[in-house]
């Protein structure tokens, strides 16, 4: 592909820097070995999973080249006879996922090549040292007074982003370091305004900004270059490293951690202040600060890559501050970032984690108190300070800075607007992506709180109370429906022993009452009146209306025919003749 072609319709541009996690859901044992079926994740979204399918002998290679670069993980050890046993698959397959939790967990390594192409091999599939050298040989064609010494492979953290030995061919002992990289994710900039302003970046001059020699692009990716410095880095210091050597023999297992000193601190930690005031001035986004990114120059720091932003590439600390919803601008990004930076040049080493709950010894308070108000719990809740706040600590409030040089970067007001919309589309996309991770958050605390073992028997308890009330609740309902039952039965058969009793309801009224209970007790019949003629008529009403029904069954039962009076009729039907 030509430099200067577009790039391929529907290029899906990923952040790299999103986490992935792995989970070993199942192994399945073939003839002679066995196979783990594993479920990645990119991100909070279960939706955003796959599946891949891996052998031991995946992870042993895999394994290997880390510790090519000086690395010793914990992947369990090989076993020839045996493998096969049902006890010593489980047994492997829980030292696996241990193995994927720390390559997943540490923030460089979960960032390198070999594990992204290990755990994400359709994304990751592509050799982006021989793009990039693709790229660069076409430059090359129109620019023939460069050449290249050698590729300085894996230098860098990053995938899409490779470096290169220069030399200019008229003065061959002169060494430069070519960069190239791919667009990223947050590329928001028009490609008219995108090559504008790295074009630009040549004429930008500062004491604090290491000066970039040339720089062109196109639609799809950026090419700089600038002078090759044998010191190295500010990361290279700190971790008396050789700068040509790759990124994870550099960084990732430091064999002596050590701090600098404190006069080291504050004039390198007010220089970098300064020149961050600069560009947030220049309303310039930067949001790609850490040590590797800061050039030494003697006894002076000299920020590297302001061209990360104008690609769009994600930063360093992307996954740390991502999950704090108060760091939501370029400005607060650089901040934080700036605390993570002191706070290995104070201590040799990055933090454990952030925020940092405590910390520890520092060569003086005065650091301790800049590190609690970018570090700490307090501050990732309730916000950063600003550059300028910063500046007026006593830890960089006293710093001299002698330089003569006067900076210079003139934007043109039409760039100065595309750059604005370009930061606040930036600043829009970690807002979402802080939005939703929050959310995720809380509903992951939710069901971890609801599905704990003290909440089930919280649970319990309150199923057991109300399993109880209501049974009470019942009993009493069924003990009123009883009494009520009892007095009307009572009340209907009190006419035939009183006379005095209250007429008792109509048989319409009781028609809408509910029927007794059935194991409702009769009550006593009433005695008979003594046998007479007139005892059908003398039948009191209430009882013919069936409200006692024992006393009516009772009279009915003992009713005699023999006491009926015997009629005489005349019979007045015949017919006459007369």
Not at 497 to 521: N, Q
């Amino acid at each position: 592909m030509a430099f200067m072609e577009k790039p391929p319709a529907g290029k899906v541009l990923l952040d790299d820097t999103v986490p992935l996690t792995a989970a070993i859901e199942a192994s399945q044992s073939l003839q002679s070995h066995t196979e783990y079926i594993i479920r990645v994740q990119r991100g909070i979204s279960v939706e955003n999973s796959w599946q891949i399918v891996r052998r031991y002998s995946d992870f042993d290679l895999l394994n290997n080249s880390l510790q090519i670069v000086g690395l010793s993980l914990p992947l369990p050890p090989k076993k020839l006879i045996g493998n096969m046993d049902r006890e010593f698959i489980a047994e492997r397959q829980k030292g696996l996922q241990n193995y994927l939790n720390v390559i997943t967990t540490n923030h460089i390594l979960s960032n390198c090549e070999l594990v992204k192409k290990f755990l994400d091999p359709n994304n990751y599939s592509a050799s982006y040292t021989e793009i990039a050298l693709q790229q660069v040989s076409m430059f090359f064609r129109s620019e023939p007074k460069w050449e290249v010494v050698e590729p300085l492979k894996d230098i860098g953290w990053r995938i899409r982003k490779k470096y290169f030995l220069m030399k200019i061919k008229n003065q061959p002992k002169e060494r430069l370091v070519l960069s190239w990289a791919d667009l990223g994710p947050d590329k928001y900039l028009s490609d008219k305004d995108f090559q504008c302003l790295i074009k630009l970046l040549p004429s930008c001059l500062h004491p604090y900004i290491y000066r970039v020699t040339f720089a062109t692009a196109n639609e799809s990716s950026a090419l700089l270059i600038r002078m090759f410095n044998e010191k190295g880095t500010l990361k290279d210091l700190i971790y008396k490293a050789k700068p040509k050597d790759p990124f994870l023999r550099k960084y990732c297992n430091p064999k002596k951690i050590q701090g600098l000193e404190l006069q080291q601190i504050k004039t390198y930690g007010r220089q970098i202040l300064e020149v961050l005031k600069f560009l947030h001035d220049k309303g310039f986004p930067y949001g790609h600060l850490h040590a590797s990114n800061v050039m030494l120059e003697g006894d002076t720091c000299r920020l590297l890559d302001l061209e990360n932003s104008l690609l769009g590439l994600p930063s360093f600390y992307r996954s740390y501050f991502s999950q704090f919803r108060k760091i939501n601008t370029l400005e607060s990004v650089d901040v934080h970032c700036f605390g993570h930076l002191l706070y290995e040049m104070t201590y040799g080493r990055p933090p454990d984690s952030v925020p940092v709950d405590s910390f520890p010894p520092a060569p003086s308070m005065a650091v301790v108190a800049v590190l609690e108000s970018t570090l700490s719990c307090e501050a990732c809740k309730n916000g950063m300070p600003t550059v300028s706040r910063l500046l007026q600590m006593p830890l960089f409030s006293d710093v001299l800075l002698t330089t003569s040089e006067k900076p210079q970067f003139k934007i043109p007001t039409k760039l100065k607007e595309a750059l604005r919309i370009a930061k606040e589309c930036i600043e829009k996309r970690l807002i979402e992506e802080q939005k939703q991770i929050h959310q995720h958050r809380r509903l992951t605390r939710a069901q971890s709180h609801h599905g704990s073992e003290e909440e089930r028997k919280k649970r319990k308890i309150l199923a057991r109370k109300k399993s109880k009330r209501s049974a009470v609740e019942n009993s009493e309902e069924h003990s009123a429906k009883y009494s009520n039952s009892n007095n009307s039965g009572s009340g209907a058969s009190s006419p035939l022993t009183s006379p005095s009793s209250p007429t008792p309801p109509s048989t319409a009224g009781m028609s809408a009452l509910p029927p007794p209970p059935p194991p409702a007790p009769l009550p006593p019949a009433a005695p008979l009146p003594p046998a007479s003629t007139e005892v059908p008529t003398q039948l009191p009403p209430q009882a013919v209306n069936g409200v006692s029904r024992g006393a009516l069954l009772s009279s009915i039962q003992n009713f005699q025919k023999g006491t009926l009076r015997k009629a005489e009729t005349c019979d007045h039907s015949a017919p006459k003749i007369g």
